[in-house]
């Protein structure tokens, strides 16, 4: 029996979708998700332009995907995420081709690796796996299991250790939880 064909559209992110990824992302993580180590790396900073992609079906968005600028040991990596999907959309497959998006994109930049804190049952459908504890450390507490990377260049994930810091910082922000690195 052959899967039913996807009915949305992958597309690069647009600044008219800003309300719309917000809303999914409030709707997905509630107000919990700006304490979270994860988030202060994103505080301040732009997602990688060209990477972020938006899931969109009959006019409604379904999905986005952010990559972010990190440092790790020295050299600018990418920090997947958040990837949020509609609640009632979930399981149709909107999260990993939104991410398989991201993915092929990013192997065409300069990055040797992305890391994400999340569940790998999932994060391993497109590729990734969990690091070895202690290997990378980020700016606050997380949950060393659930610290996951992927190679874009061959077995460079392997490589990637040190602290996890942000690669600069776009706006100005009061907190100074997650450094410059």
């Given amino acids: 029996m052959n899967a039913p064909v996807p009915t949305w559209q992958i597309r690069l992110e647009n600044p008219e979708d800003d309300s719309g990824i917000e809303a999914l992302n409030a709707e997905g993580f509630g107000p919990g998700r700006f304490a979270k180590s994860a988030y202060r790396l994103r505080e301040g900073v732009k997602p990688v332009a060209g990477l972020s992609f938006v899931a969109v079906?009959?006019?409604?968005?379904?999905?986005s995907v952010r990559f972010w600028p990190v440092r790790i040991g020295g050299h600018e990596e990418l920090l997947l995420g958040p990837l949020a999907v509609q609640s009632n959309q979930r399981g149709r497959g909107i999260g990993i081709a939104l991410m398989q998006a991201g993915i092929a994109a990013a192997q065409q930049g300069p990055w040797r690796g992305i890391i994400?804190?999340?569940?790998?049952?999932?994060?391993a459908k497109v590729g990734f796996s969990r690091l070895p504890p202690g290997r990378i450390k980020f700016p606050g507490p997380v949950d060393q299991n659930r610290i996951l990377g992927l190679s874009l260049k061959a077995g460079e994930i392997l490589n990637l250790s040190g602290e996890v810091r942000r690669a600069q910082i776009d706006d100005a922000v009061c907190a100074n939880g997650a450094g410059v690195g």
Avoid at 57 to 63: H, K, S
Avoid at 116 to 123: F, R
Wanted: proline letters at 7%; zero cysteines; a negative charge.
């Fill in 116 to 123: 994400l804190v999340g569940d790998e049952p999932y994060y």
């Fill in 57 to 63: 079906e009959d006019g409604v968005l379904r999905g």
